[in-house]
């Protein structure tokens, strides 16, 4: 139960002409400027939880008392709902017990005893580096809420400098070396294979020789 204070306690608090000051105070987020308890000055009402008095009254907006229940007697109270019921308060806005609400896009809370809980939503994946994407990067996408992933493009000697052990087994292929290119001489041979630092097909190239080619007839003089 709310307790009121003798009247002449409240006569002594409360004095006529009004003195306040020039520049009204400048309240946290989530407290409007009320009037004080005598109607005078405007104040920064208390929130939840907050102590409260005669003076310094609560954010009644927020169906929010000051309870002298459990204060001793010629103290203060604390700011709570009239009804007892518990609730919580979040950025500055209070909550009920029991209600679902959304402090941004990225989460989903509810209030619960007094606290409160959260569950994400968006998803949090794990994107790990592919031969297609070896550079997966989450970035935030102008309009909308969660990040996505992307595959961020880098130059070969920055790959080359940074890549030393690839972070994925890498499963080798490749085909034949083909015929040699010359019948006689030194010539080459071809194949495709993915049996390099990187892991990447690529055509590969190598020396051959079939047999050496024969000497060319003496000229005549």
């Given at each position: 139960?709310?307790?009121?204070?003798?009247l002449?306690?409240?006569?002594?608090?409360c004095?006529r002409?009004?003195?306040?000051p020039?520049?009204?105070?400048?309240?946290?987020?989530?407290?409007?400027?009320v009037?004080?308890?005598?109607?005078?000055?405007?104040?920064c009402a208390?929130?939840?939880?907050?102590?409260c008095?005669?003076?310094?009254?609560?954010?009644?907006?927020q169906g929010l008392?000051c309870?002298?229940?459990?204060?001793p007697?010629?103290?203060?109270?604390?700011?709570?709902?009239?009804?007892?019921?518990e609730?919580c308060e979040?950025?500055?806005?209070?909550?009920?017990?029991?209600?679902?609400?959304q402090?941004?896009?990225?989460?989903?809370?509810?209030?619960?005893?007094?606290g409160?809980?959260?569950?994400p939503?968006?998803q949090?994946?794990?994107?790990l580096p592919t031969p297609?994407?070896?550079?997966?990067?989450?970035?935030e996408?102008?309009g909308?809420?969660?990040?996505?992933w992307?595959?961020?493009?880098?130059?070969q000697?920055?790959?080359?400098?940074?890549?030393?052990?690839l972070?994925?087994?890498?499963?080798e292929?490749?085909?034949?070396?083909?015929?040699?290119?010359?019948?006689?001489?030194v010539?080459?041979?071809t194949?495709v294979?993915n049996q390099?630092?990187?892991?990447?097909?690529?055509?590969q190239?190598?020396l051959?020789?079939v047999?050496?080619?024969?000497?060319?007839?003496?000229p005549?003089?």
């Open positions: 139960s709310v307790m009121s204070l003798p002449q306690v409240c006569a002594q608090l004095r002409p009004c003195y306040c020039w520049v009204p105070p400048h309240c946290p987020r989530g407290s409007p400027l009037l004080d308890g005598c109607g005078c000055c405007k104040i208390r929130r939840l939880g907050e102590p008095d005669f003076l310094h009254v609560c954010d009644q907006s008392v309870d002298y229940s459990t204060a007697a010629g103290t203060g109270g604390t700011c709570n709902f009239e009804d007892d019921e609730g979040v950025n500055g806005r209070v909550y009920r017990d029991g209600e679902v609400f402090p941004s896009c990225k989460l989903q809370c509810r209030c619960l005893d007094g409160f809980t959260c569950i939503l968006c949090e994946d794990v994107r297609d994407c070896p550079y997966p990067r989450r970035v996408i102008p909308k809420c969660c990040p996505e992307i595959c961020e493009a880098q130059d000697h920055l790959l080359r400098d940074a890549r030393a052990v972070p994925y087994p890498c499963q292929w490749g085909t034949e070396w083909s015929t040699c290119s010359a019948t006689c001489g010539g080459f041979a194949r294979s390099n630092r990187y892991c990447r097909l690529e055509t190239r190598r051959c020789i047999r050496p080619c024969p000497a060319l007839p003496a005549f003089p």
